[in-house]
């Protein structure tokens, strides 16, 4: 079975400030993949980025980056420069990688909330 | 524009009865998902399928039915044998290894 852990279950950061979310994961696969969303007070979620395991370098997508240390098994989201509009819920979620009827099922950990002051 | 679209947005159900949200999508991707979401949780599966006319049970499949007999349409009812229907509900499709999942803008079910 699959199981992520968020343990950060609210962060503060300053506008313009770097933040880190923590996420660590567990599985026996050697194939899967991690994501990360956003889910702000209105309840949609939206897709930031995502790493393979088998993908050598951190997933980068604008102000979002991955770092991904498989050793540790933990893919935590570091968000640069963060804007008022980063407040939100933010869930790390894998999937198995290939095979089998669980191909594409998301398991999620219980998320973070970020504040973002000014 | 292509998205998912689920309706309706607020739903209230009497007790004995059961209720069905709809989810559309016009992405024309092969898999789509159910999850519910209890206040400051993260999503659990309650449904997916993969393909037309093919759907398997997921975490927490009790109490829940789904059919899916068009690409685009994954409906979702909650029957009266589901006791804590009370949640937020999303609905999600993907197409491809290592996609992302879309999702559409939930609906609120509440017992009245």
């Known amino acids: 079975a699959q199981k992520i852990t968020q343990t950060q279950p609210g962060m503060f950061v300053q506008e313009k400030e770097a933040v880190t979310l923590d996420c660590t994961y567990d599985t026996s696969d050697q194939s899967y993949g991690l994501f990360w969303y956003k889910q702000p007070s209105s309840g949609e979620m939206i897709f930031l980025i995502y790493?393979?395991?088998?993908?050598?370098q951190n997933a980068t997508e604008g102000r979002y980056s991955l770092n991904f240390q498989k050793a540790r098994k933990s893919a935590n989201l570091v968000i640069s420069a963060s804007q008022l509009g980063d407040s939100a819920m933010y869930f790390c979620a894998m999937s198995r990688g290939a095979g089998g009827t669980s191909y594409g099922k998301l398991t999620f950990g219980q998320g973070t909330i970020l504040t973002v002051h000014p | 524009d292509g998205g998912i679209t689920q309706s309706p947005k607020y739903l209230f159900r009497k007790e004995g009865q059961n209720v069905t949200l709809s989810c559309e999508q016009n992405l024309n991707h092969d898999a789509m998902y159910w999850y519910r979401q209890d206040p400051g949780q993260g999503l659990r599966l309650i449904y997916y399928s993969q393909i037309v006319n093919d759907f398997q049970k997921g975490d927490i499949a009790e109490g829940y039915s789904v059919s899916r007999e068009k690409k685009e349409s994954f409906p979702l009812t909650v029957t009266s044998a589901q006791k804590n229907p009370t949640a937020f509900y999303l609905c999600a499709s993907k197409t491809g290894f290592g996609q992302p999942q879309h999702f559409g803008d939930g609906t609120r079910l509440s017992i009245l």
């Open positions: 790493q393979g395991s088998y993908d050598e």
